[in-house]
């Protein structure tokens, strides 16, 4: 990953940091995903794992909101070793887009 990284020049990667938005506070062990019973666990750690496992650097951005008033995100995986340029690049990144308005109450 580092090796291709470099060699096609890229900076970060940007992903979804989980595949589902949040599901209802419960006893949830399972959630639907693409119609078929995925386990919860899986399903909101799957993408982060990534970073936690290749020791890379990654930030989790703010996106916007779903239809149903819930948060969503956007993770950037940037290079390793280069924890300041992401979070430089997170920074500008916040700069264009503002401050997202909160959730509904």
Do not use: K
Not at 4 to 31: C, K, Q, W
Not at 91 to 100: D, K, M, T, Y
Request: net charge neutral; aromatic share 4%; with cysteine.
């Amino acid at each position: 990953m580092r090796e291709y990284m470099t060699t096609h020049r890229i900076d970060a990667l940007a992903f979804p940091p989980v595949l589902t938005p949040a599901p209802p506070l419960g006893d949830n062990s399972e959630i639907a995903l693409r119609g078929r019973a995925a386990p919860l666990r899986w399903v909101m750690a799957r993408n982060t794992a990534l970073s936690s496992c290749t020791a890379f650097p990654s930030l989790t951005l703010p996106a916007g909101l779903t239809e149903a008033g819930l948060p969503v995100g956007v993770e950037f995986l940037g290079r390793h070793g280069d924890d300041r340029a992401l979070l430089a690049a997170g920074l500008a990144i916040e700069g264009q887009c503002g401050r997202l308005a909160p959730p509904a109450s």
